[in-house]
């Protein structure tokens, strides 16, 4: 299995490719729905109760972006969170990354966000059930 892409600073998580999108870029299954799964750690000092805060007031412009499905944020039991957004496509999730980091609303989202803890991947669905 292969290990996901380690991103030093929080911002740039949503403009780069992790390594398991090399094969949606080649080509194969470009127009099928993924997961983006970005794993990560907050910064010290943040309260469950400010992070949650700042995701729900990302939720709008998320929800706005073209191919945006749905979203869930997890958190394990030692500290990480997981955001998991589904997209219609590789493609939609690639854009969807350029206007966030381009909406002044994901700056206190992601000023939360620990930077070196940050893991990020977009895998192909291959089976969901609603």
């Known amino acids: 299995m ?3 892409m380690r991103l030093l600073p929080a911002l740039s998580l949503m403009i780069l490719m992790a390594p ?3 094969a949606h870029a080649a080509g194969a299954e470009v127009d099928s729905p ?3 799964i970005v794993s990560f750690r907050l910064t010290p000092g943040t309260t469950d109760t400010a992070f949650l805060a700042a995701a729900a007031a990302t ?3 998320l929800q706005s972006q073209p191919g ?3 979203r869930q944020l997890t958190r394990a039991e030692d500290g990480t969170w997981t955001d998991h957004v589904r997209w219609s496509s590789l493609a939609a ?3 969807g990354a350029d206007a966030m980091m381009a909406d002044p609303a994901f700056g206190p989202f ?3 966000i620990d930077g070196p803890t940050v893991t990020m991947r977009h895998d192909s669905i291959a089976f969901a059930m609603d």
Do not use: C, G, S
């Open 2 to 4: 292969e290990k996901p």
């Open 20 to 22: 398991a999108d090399a």
């Open 34 to 36: 993924v997961m983006e």
């Open 59 to 61: 939720a709008a412009p």
């Open 68 to 70: 945006f499905q749905t």
């Open 93 to 95: 999730a690639m854009a």
């Open 110 to 112: 992601m000023a939360l």
